[in-house]
C-alpha cells in the first residue's frame, strides 16, 4: 500500500495521565523478555526448587506416610524459619536468579542506549523515576517470582497441609520476613542490574559483568577465606552477603561470623552508588560539553 | 500561536549554545535552520523540556517550558534526528508503545498504531522486525510513533536525513500533507534548504546561538534586499566597487552576470548611475527569485 492510501484521521479519544506512566514499560519489557527461548528455560528451570520445597513441606506434615522413604533417618524434615531461609538464600536460587538478570535485565537500559532510544521515552510525558521504575519493575516481576510468591505460597500450603494455625502462632513474623528478605534481594538485584545495563551499550558486555562480578566475587571470598580462615571475607562476596543479611531477617544466626548489619551497608552502599550512578546516566539527550 | 519564547539563554559549560533569542512562533509548518552548532537542537530541546534553559521565559501550546515539562509532551510529536528503536518489536508493537506511553489506551493506541502504520507507508511490513528496515523505513517508523498519539505540534529534527531522493520526497509529501490538511503543526529543524522552501510558509534562522532571521518566507524574501541579475558592458571592475561601497553585496556567476543584492532601501536608479559613472553599458538587468539559500546566506554572512 502506497503513502496516503489509507490517509490520516484525527483520534478522537482523549489523552488520559496515568497514575502509573511507568507501567507500559513493565508490560513490554516482561513481554520482550519471555519471547526469548533461552529465558523460558532458564524461568522454567528457576522454579525447580520452589516446587521441591513445596514437596517438602506437604512431606514433612505427612511424615507418617512416607517413613519407609526414610530408611532410618531419625532427624524429622522440619518446617520452621531455617526451611525459608534455606530456599530463599540457596546457592541455587541465587545463581537462577543472576541468570535471569542476565538474560532478561542486561538490555533493559543498555539496548535503549545503543538504538538511542532514551530520546523516544522522554519525548513521551514520563519523568526520569517513571523509566527507572518502568526498568526495574521489570526485574521486580521475575525476581519475585522466584522469591516473595513461592514464599507466602509455603505458608499458605503449609498452614493448608496442616489444617491448624499453629504455624503461623509459632513464627507469626515470618510473612513479614518473606516478604521484607524479598523485597530487599530484588531491590539489591535491580540496583545492581540497572547500574551494569547503563554502563554500556553492549547487551553483551553487560551479561557479562553481571555474571562476572557476581561469580567472581564469590570466587575470590573462596580463595581468601581458604587461604587465611577469615571470615571477615565474606564482605566480599555478593552471594555472602546477601546470606548474611538472610539470617537476619530469619532471626537465625549468620553463617559468617560478620555483623550482618555490616553486609547490609556493604548492600546498600552498592545501591546508593548504583541510583546515582543511573540518575547521571539516564537522559533524553547526550550533552557534549 | 504555538510556541512563544522570550530571551532564552542556553550554555554548555562556557560555550554559548543558545543567547537571547526571542520569538513567536505562528501556526504552519515553521522550518528552522542554520548552520552547525547554530542551536536548532538545543532549541528544539529546549521547547521539548530535555534542558532547562539558564535564563529566559517560554510557552509551547500555551505550557510552561520550564513548570509544565509533561503537559507540552503530552501533546507534541517528535521525531529525533538519530535512527530510534527497541530490538525485537515490530512496528505495530513499537507504534503503539509510544501511543501508550503518551497517554492512550491500549487498545486504542493498538488501532491507531496500524492506521498510522498505513499513512507513512509501513503497513506492509508493519509484522517486520525492526533490525529488519532499512533506513527510509526507519524515518518513516519515526514519523508513526511521533503522530500516533495525535499530537497538536510536531517537532521535526532532520527529517529526510539518510534518505535517497524518492524517498525524501515522500517525506516531504507526508509532512506536507500533515501541515497543510490535517491541523498539525510542524516545526522542522533541517540542513536541507530546499526541504524546508518545499514545505514552510515560516522560517527562523538561528546563527551562532542567536536570532539572525525569522518571518514568513515571502515576507523575508520581499523585506531584507532584491536580487537582480546584471550582465555588463565594460570594465566592470570599477562598477562592481562602486555598487558594493552602496551597499550591495555583489556575486559573479560563471556566464559573467552579476548577481546583485540590493538592499530594501536603495534607489535602484543608483546602479544605473554608478554604470554610467563608470562608463559600462547595462546590456541586461533583471530582477530575480531569491531562493532560501540567498536567505540563508544573508542571514548567517556567508557566500
Known amino acids: 500500500m502506497t503513502i496516503r492510501e489509507k490517509g490520516y484521521a484525527h483520534w478522537d479519544g482523549q489523552l488520559r495521565e496515568r497514575r502509573f506512566p511507568w507501567t507500559p514499560i513493565t508490560s513490554l519489557g516482561i513481554r520482550l523478555a519471555y519471547k526469548k527461548k533461552y529465558f523460558r528455560f532458564i524461568s522454567f528451570g528457576s522454579l525447580v526448587p520452589a516446587v521441591v520445597f513445596l514437596v517438602g513441606i506437604y512431606i514433612s506434615e505427612r511424615i507418617e506416610d512416607f517413613q519407609y522413604m526414610l530408611r532410618g533417618n531419625k532427624q524429622p524434615l522440619e518446617v520452621n524459619p531455617a526451611y525459608f531461609k534455606t530456599y530463599l538464600c540457596s546457592d541455587f536460587l541465587l545463581f537462577m536468579m543472576v541468570m535471569i538478570l542476565v538474560v532478561s535485565g542486561a538490555g533493559l537500559i543498555s539496548d535503549d542506549l545503543k538504538h538511542n532510544s532514551l530520546q523516544l521515552y522522554f519525548a513521551r510525558p514520563l519523568r526520569k523515576k517513571d523509566y527507572l521504575l518502568g526498568k526495574a519493575n521489570v526485574i521486580v516481576f521475575f525476581l519475585l517470582l522466584l522469591t516473595l510468591i513461592p514464599g507466602l505460597l509455603f505458608i499458605i500450603f503449609k498452614l493448608l497441609f496442616a489444617g491448624n494455625f499453629q504455624f503461623l502462632a509459632s513464627y507469626p513474623w515470618l510473612p513479614l520476613s518473606v516478604i521484607g528478605y524479598s523485597l530487599f534481594v530484588t531491590a539489591f538485584f535491580c540496583a545492581y542490574t540497572l547500574l551494569f545495563s547503563s554502563l554500556s551499550k553492549n547487551r553483551r558486555y553487560v551479561s557479562i559483568l553481571i555474571f562476572t562480578v557476581y561469580l567472581f566475587s564469590d570466587i575470590l571470598f573462596g580463595f581468601f577465606y581458604e587461604n587465611y580462615k577469615n571470615p571477615a571475607f565474606a564482605l566480599i562476596s555478593l552471594k555472602a552477603n546477601l546470606q548474611q543479611v538472610g539470617s537476619w531477617f530469619f532471626r537465625l544466626k549468620p553463617a559468617y561470623a560478620v555483623p550482618w548489619h555490616w553486609s547490609l551497608l556493604i548492600l546498600l552502599a552498592f545501591g546508593i552508588a548504583a541510583a546515582l550512578v543511573l540518575v547521571k546516566k539516564v537522559r533524553g539527550v547526550e550533552v557534549v560539553k | ?303
Do not use: W
Not at chain 2, 516531504?172 to 522542522?188: A, F
Not at chain 2, 514545505?199 to 523585506?223: D, F, T, Y
Open chain 2, 1 to 303: 500561536m504555538i510556541a512563544e519564547i522570550s530571551d532564552l539563554h542556553f550554555s554548555y559549560g562556557h560555550i554559548k549554545a543558545l543567547d537571547g533569542i526571542s520569538l513567536s512562533l505562528a501556526e504552519g509548518a515553521i522550518g528552522l535552520l542554520g548552520p552547525n552548532g547554530a542551536g536548532k537542537s538545543t532549541l528544539l530541546r529546549i521547547l521539548l523540556g530535555f534542558l532547562v534553559p539558564q535564563r529566559g521565559r517560554g510557552r509551547v501550546l500555551g505550557f510552561d517550558i520550564r513548570l509544565e515539562q509533561p503537559r507540552i509532551r503530552r501533546h507534541v510529536g517528535y521525531m529525533p534526528e538519530d535512527d530510534c528503536l527497541i530490538p525485537g518489536m515490530d512496528a505495530v508493537t513499537f507504534t503503539a508503545h509510544f501511543g501508550e506511553l503518551s497517554g492512550m489506551p491500549r487498545q486504542e493506541a493498538m488501532k491507531r498504531a496500524h492506521d498510522v502504520l498505513f499513512y507513512v507507508g509501513l503497513g506492509e511490513s508493519r509484522y517486520r522486525l525492526l533490525e529488519t528496515y532499512s533506513a527510509g523505513m526507519k524515518q518513516r517508523l519515526k514519523l508513526a510513533q511521533a503522530i500516533v498519539h495525535d499530537p497538536r505540534l510536531l517537532f521535526l529534527d532532520e527529517p529526510t536525513s539518510n534518505l535517497d531522493p524518492h524517498g525524501r520526497k515522500e517525506i516531504l509529501e507526508l509532512i506536507q500533507d500533515i501541515s497543510s490538511k490535517k491541523d498539525i503543526q510542524v516545526l522542522i529543524s533541517s540542513h536541507i534548504l530546499s526541504d524546508i522552501e518545499s514545505v514552510c510558509s515560516e522560517v527562523v534562522i538561528l546563527n551562532k546561538g542567536r536570532l539572525a532571521a525569522h518571518g514568513k518566507l515571502s515576507e523575508l524574501r520581499e523585506l531584507s534586499y532584491r536580487l537582480y541579475e546584471i550582465r555588463i558592458k565594460g570594465e566592470g571592475e570599477g562598477f562592481v566597487s562602486r555598487i558594493r561601497a552602496l551597499g550591495c553585496r555583489v556575486e559573479e556567476t560563471e556566464d559573467k552576470f552579476l548577481r546583485v543584492y540590493v538592499p530594501a532601501e536603495m534607489d535602484i536608479r543608483e546602479i544605473f548611475r554608478a554604470a554610467e559613472e563608470e562608463k559600462c553599458q547595462v546590456r541586461h538587468f533583471v530582477r530575480s527569485q531569491t531562493s532560501l539559500e540567498d536567505l540563508f546566506a544573508r542571514a548567517v554572512g556567508v557566500d
